[in-house]
């Protein structure tokens, strides 16, 4: 079994900062890419930044230069450093990742059960 466990999540005024972390844990050989996502309510899914095993970035535009996003590989944890907030990152952020579970295993993705943020105007 593979979980991955979502924390640092809350209610944060406009303009703070806010550190979520995913650690992934159980039979894993590998990860490959590790992602967030946010889905607020009403609205579909969407990618916040991904991070490959090269440690390769990718961001979503309307947090470009607000978020960062790193991992450590020993601890196969993934985090997001969120600086300055706005109302409209409110949502329910999750973690994702392609893990692959023995060395001839194929790359399977996983997902955390999510955590709330709340931003206040």
């Known amino acids: 079994q593979v979980q991955l466990v979502e924390s640092g999540g809350g209610l944060v005024q406009a303009g703070g900062s806010l550190r979520l972390s995913c650690a992934a844990s159980g039979s894993i050989f590998s990860i490959n890419t590790m992602a967030w996502y946010r889905q607020a309510p009403g609205k579909q899914r969407e990618m916040v930044a991904r991070i490959t095993s090269g440690t390769n970035t990718n961001y979503a535009d309307s947090v470009k230069g607000r978020f960062t996003i790193s991992r450590d590989d020993a601890e196969n944890t993934v985090y997001l450093l969120m600086n300055s907030l706005k109302p409209e990152d409110t949502a329910v952020y999750y973690c994702?990742?392609?893990?692959?579970?023995?060395?001839?295993?194929?790359?399977?993705?996983?997902w955390g059960r999510g955590t709330q943020v709340t931003v206040s105007s």
């Open positions: 994702n990742a392609e893990i692959r579970r023995t060395v001839i295993s194929n790359l399977y993705n996983y």
